[in-house]
C-alpha cells in the first residue's frame, strides 16, 4: 500500500521533533550532573596586628622587665651601644627611658628570616599606652595607645564586714570601689554599714586585649543601708555630669560624710571621754578615724584655710571655713599637701593634708571636728542639704532614664 506524501512528511518531522528533544535531554544530563564534591570558599585573610603594627611577615615576643633591668641591657643583644645611647640622649621629649619599670611589659618584632633583625621595641607604660621605637631605618620614636573596649556590665554584694572586704570577695577592682564611694561620700556613711547592708551596680568595663584594665563609669547604682533604698543614677544637665537619686534630687552634699575613704572610727563624739594620754574624763567633740600614716585626707566642702600650722596638743593641724555658719578642723596631720596655707581656697575632695600622730597622740589617726556657728557638732549627724536637682525641663528625659536602669537595678537578685 502506498503511502501519502503529506503523511510521509508529518512523520519525518516528528522523528526530528523526537531525536531533538532526546539530544537536548543527553546534553542537560552530561553537563548539569550532580557534584558532591566539597565545595571551597575563597577568604580573604584578615592582617594581623599588634600596637597598631602590621605583622604578618613578623614574629613578635613579649618579656616583663626583670629587676635591675634598663634599656640598655634589654636591648643590648639586638642593637649597638651608641643605638642605645642616642635613644637615650634623643628621645627622652617622647619617653623617659629612666622611667622604665620593673614589672613591665615589652615587645621585640623582628623580621622572620634567619637574621632575626629587631625592627621594632614596644615598652608598655601602663595597660593601654606604650612607646614605639621604630628601628628599621633611621630611629623613630613614638607613642600610642591601644584599642579601648567599654561593656556595660553589673555587679551585686551584701555587706558582710566593710564595702571594702565585699567587693575584694566579689572579685571587684579597686577602681569601682573608689568611684561608689565617691556616688555614695554624700549620702551614706561607709562607716556606719551594718552586716546584711547589700548594693548593685551597672557600670562601665573599660577592657584593653580583650582583659578587663579597669572600671570606668557608674552608669546607675542601688545601695540598700538601715532599711532605706538609695539609688544614684549618672545623668548630665548644663554640661555637668553628676549622681541623682529616683526622684531627681542630687546625691552631691555641701559637706562628704567623712574627710578620708576607708578608715574605722576609734572614736566618736563625745561629753565626756577618758583621754588616752592625759587620763582624765574630758569632752571629746570630735572623731577619731584610724588609718595608717600617710593616708590623704580631704576637705569637705569648698572653703578658705584659716588655720595651717602647729597647735599644741593637736599637733599639726588644719581649720577650714566652709561658709557663715560651717567650720571643720583636722588634727595630728603628718603634714600638708603642697600649697596649704592660711587664706588658700579649698575645693571639696581636694587633699590638704595627711594621716599622722603628731601633738599628743596614741598612734596614727585624724582627730576630725566640725563647728557650726562656733559650737561642735556630731560630725556624723549634720544633714547637709543638696546641690541642684534635674533642671524641670529635663525631668521628662531623666524620668526615661530612671525607668530603664531601675528595671535593671530590680532585676539584679
Given amino acids: 500500500m502506498k503511502i501519502p506524501k503529506t503523511k510521509t512528511f508529518k512523520i519525518a518531522i516528528l522523528s526530528a521533533c523526537i531525536v531533538i528533544v532526546l539530544i537536548v535531554i543527553l546534553r542537560v544530563i552530561f553537563f548539569y550532573q550532580v557534584d558532591d564534591s566539597p565545595q571551597v570558599t575563597l577568604q580573604r585573610r584578615t592582617p594581623t596586628y599588634a600596637y597598631n603594627i602590621h605583622v604578618d611577615s613578623l614574629d613578635i615576643s613579649y618579656a616583663v622587665v626583670k629587676n635591675n633591668q634598663n634599656l640598655s641591657t634589654i636591648l643590648s643583644s639586638h642593637v ?18 629612666r622611667k622604665i619599670r620593673t614589672g613591665q611589659r615589652y615587645a621585640f618584632i623582628t623580621t622572620k628570616d634567619s637574621l632575626h633583625r629587631l625592627d621594632y621595641f614596644i615598652y608598655e607604660i601602663n595597660p593601654i599606652d606604650f612607646v614605639v621605637y621604630d628601628l628599621r631605618d633611621s630611629l623613630r620614636v613614638y607613642r600610642d595607645k591601644k584599642k579601648v573596649v567599654k561593656e556595660i556590665r553589673t555587679a551585686k554584694g551584701t555587706i558582710s564586714n566593710s564595702l571594702w572586704n565585699t567587693m575584694e570577695q566579689n572579685n571587684l577592682d579597686v577602681d569601682l570601689i573608689l568611684k561608689m564611694a565617691d556616688v555614695y561620700a554624700w549620702t551614706i556613711d561607709f562607716y556606719g554599714l551594718q552586716k546584711g547592708d547589700d548594693f548593685r551596680v551597672i557600670y562601665e568595663q573599660i577592657l584593653v586585649d580583650s582583659i578587663p584594665v579597669s572600671s570606668d563609669r557608674i552608669i546607675a547604682a542601688l545601695f540598700r543601708s538601715g532599711g532605706r533604698n538609695y539609688y544614684a543614677f549618672s545623668f548630665e544637665q548644663n554640661k555637668d555630669k553628676g549622681y541623682f537619686d529616683d526622684t531627681g534630687q542630687s546625691l552631691r552634699r555641701s559637706f562628704l560624710k567623712a574627710p578620708l575613704h576607708f578608715s574605722r572610727i576609734s572614736s566618736r563624739f563625745s561629753r565626756a571621754r577618758m583621754h588616752p594620754i592625759l587620763r582624765i574624763m574630758r569632752p571629746h567633740f570630735g572623731v577619731d578615724y584610724s588609718a595608717p600614716r600617710g593616708t590623704p585626707v580631704v576637705a569637705l566642702g569648698d572653703g578658705r584655710i584659716g588655720e595651717a ?10 581649720s ?12 595630728h596631720l603628718s603634714g600638708y599637701a603642697k600649697g596649704i596655707k592660711a587664706g588658700t581656697s579649698v575645693k571639696q575632695g581636694e587633699v590638704i593634708g595627711y594621716v599622722g600622730s603628731s601633738g599628743l597622740s596614741t598612734g596614727a589617726h585624724l582627730d576630725f ?19 541642684d536637682p534635674v533642671n524641670q525641663a529635663l525631668m521628662e528625659q531623666y524620668r526615661k532614664l530612671v525607668y530603664k536602669w531601675k528595671l535593671e537595678l530590680d532585676s539584679l537578685k
Fill in 320 to 331: 577650714i571655713r566652709h561658709n557663715s555658719v560651717y567650720t571643720t578642723s583636722y588634727a
Fill in 80 to 97: 649597638s651601644g651608641s643605638l642605645i645611647d642616642k635613644i637615650a640622649r634623643q628621645t627622652g621629649d617622647i619617653f623617659d627611658i
Fill in 309 to 318: 600650722g602647729w597647735k599644741g596638743g593637736y599637733g599639726r593641724y588644719i
Fill in 369 to 387: 571636728r566640725v563647728y557650726r556657728n562656733g559650737s561642735p557638732v556630731d560630725p556624723l549627724k549634720i544633714e547637709s542639704p543638696p546641690t
